[in-house]
């Protein structure tokens, strides 16, 4: 057998068992499913030993995952994501524009977080799982759990609306400076503030605006719906737009900028903001996200 991978266990307050201290230690098998065929192909050892489910890791331990010589490593996604805060209990990553957050399909984000993300040494660690979702053209930040608790945690902020999100989107049409929209959605309450930037003309749009938008509510493609029924739609939206008035091959001009919480078990102020895409300064001079 070749020799794949190795790991350096990382001291721990408190032994745990390896099935679950395992879970995204190695980039080929970042699942708890895929530690348990490993050992029992006998492809992991600890300190020179087979490795076994009940083994207690506490630290320093060398864990060394090999390969069969009958199959190859095994298939694994190769995505870089850039990470832009992360500690034991949570991360907040960048989604570029045109990747699924999760679902059916092999490339999307939540399959590539456990190769871009640092192994929890909670006791409680888990495979990293996104805490909410961002549309597949949507560019932006998107916040990950690490541990059982951070996961719950994490989705009661959102459900009490305790965490502030910052949205820029191009608009089309002339708007008010600012405004609330509450539109209901699938007879839901849905509550959209917004405020132009800066507005340009356009010969084929007439005007285009920046604009930045603050969700009270989290409703599926809320932003989207909202501004269409104002009027104002998003530039390059192929699914919410006016007739006759639809960019193509540019992509959606929507970008979750800034993420504001605060964190659930150290208590501190997180706040993480990313800058506005190239296509966006393009048509508009920079801002800072806020």
Known sequence: MKLSETHIAKKLEKPIRFQEYGVGIFKTIPTK???????KKELIFIDGVLATTSKFISGGEKIELFESEKSSTFERLKLDIEVLFEDDFLAIIYKP???????NKFVTIANGLAQNLQKSNQQDAVKPQPIHRLDYPTSGLLLIGKTSSAILELGNLFKNKE???TYFAITIGLMNSEGVI???????ESITKYTVLQTVKSERFEFLNLVKLNPKTGRKHQL???LLTIGNPILG???HYLEGKVLNG???YLHASTLEFVHPFTKEIVLISKELPKKFTKIFKP????
């Open 163 to 165: 965490i502030s999100k």
């Open 237 to 239: 939206d192929r699914e």
């Open 97 to 103: 524009a045109g990747i699924l957050v999760s679902g």
């Open 224 to 226: 989207r719906k909202h």
């Open 33 to 39: 499913s895929a530690i348990k065929k490993a050992i």
């Open 287 to 290: 801002v800072i996200p806020a």
């Open 182 to 188: 509450n539109s209901p959605i699938n007879e839901k």
């Open 250 to 252: 540019k992509g959606l």
